[in-house]
Structure formats: structure tokens, C-alpha cells
């Protein structure tokens, strides 16, 4: 093999490998959401302790109290911070919030002590609605929690209604 064709055969190698990383498509990304939570120092307003991830905000003019997670003085975040939640929260497997596909199987509680760089399923039931995020912690001080989150997809497909197939009476 002469220079020029064993010049040009490493150049088809090295075309051939860049083109395959340029020729990658890139995973979209989900949209993500960054929260920080403050350390509730007291039992007046939530401010920026609590977070609503049904109304994706903290701003108590848009939740009115209808928070989903509070970050309280004892150093947990606890989940179930409204009257009548049933809400739960269970560690996840992953490093990431793409790596998390599903709600763990066990695991789940009230509150956790957040962990940098852990992943968590919060399942959301209150008396008026029901909902799954995933959450990514970011960051933990003894003042705040920081955070990323994103909606989990539902695990199955709801299905459709029989067809109704008389007329009703009207009421």
C-alpha cells in the first residue's frame, strides 16, 4: 500500500467514526423544571419551603396552600403536607431523570431525608387530584433543597368506555 492510499484509508476511518457521532441524533430532552426549597423555620407561611407541583409553582397566590412537598426544620421533606394527602415519595433507581421509567415497587414514605444526586418518585393523591413525578436532587444544605423534576408517565393505558348504544331519558 502506497502513502497516499494508507493516507486515504485512514481518513475514510476517521470519517467513518465522526460521522457516526455526527450523524447521532440527539435524545430530546423533557422538559424539566428547577425548584429550591428553604428550611420552614417557623409555623407561618410556607414562602419557599413548599412547593405545588399541581400548580408548578410556589407562589401562594397560584397554589393557595395546595402544596405537595414542604422542606421542614427537623431536615426532611415531607409530602403529605396537606390535610386529607396520601401522598408518598420512594427512592428511585437512576442517576438521572431520563434513567427514571417507573415508580419503584416499594420503598414508599410520608418523608425522606434528600440525598444529593438521588432520584425519587413522588405519587401525588389528594381529594382532588392524582399524579406521578420524578424528582432528581441537585443539591442539599442544612438551608435548602434543590431540585429537578419532570411528570413520570402513567404506567398503563387507560383504556376506553363501552360504546353506549340507546338513548337516554333526559334529566
Known amino acids: 500500500m502506497n502513502t497516499i492510499d494508507r493516507h486515504a484509508a485512514v481518513c475514510v476511518v476517521l470519517v467513518s467514526l465522526i460521522g457516526v457521532t455526527l450523524v447521532q441524533q440527539p435524545q430530546p430532552s423533557e422538559p424539566v423544571t428547577k425548584v429550591t426549597l428553604t428550611k420552614r423555620l417557623d409555623n407561618g407561611a410556607y414562602k419557599t419551603a413548599a412547593y405545588s407541583f399541581r400548580y408548578a409553582s410556589q407562589d401562594l397566590a397560584v397554589h ?3 402544596v405537595d412537598v414542604v422542606y421542614e426544620l ?4 415531607h409530602v403529605a403536607a396537606q390535610p386529607g394527602a396520601k401522598s408518598t415519595i420512594a427512592r428511585a433507581e437512576g442517576k438521572t431523570l431520563r434513567d ?8 414508599w414514605e410520608e418523608r425522606i431525608v434528600p440525598e444529593k ?3 425519587y418518585v413522588l405519587s401525588i ?3 382532588e387530584s392524582r399524579m406521578r413525578v420524578k424528582l432528581l436532587v441537585t443539591d442539599v444544605s442544612d438551608k435548602a433543597v434543590k431540585f429537578e423534576w419532570a411528570q413520570l408517565p402513567p404506567q398503563s393505558e387507560p383504556g ?4 353506549c348504544g340507546a338513548p337516554h331519558d333526559a334529566k
Open 64 to 66: 393557595r396552600n395546595h
Open 74 to 77: 427537623c431536615g426532611s421533606v
Open 100 to 107: 427514571v421509567k417507573t415508580a419503584p415497587a416499594k420503598g
Open 117 to 119: 444526586g438521588a432520584c
Open 125 to 127: 393523591d389528594t381529594d
Open 160 to 163: 376506553t368506555k363501552g360504546q
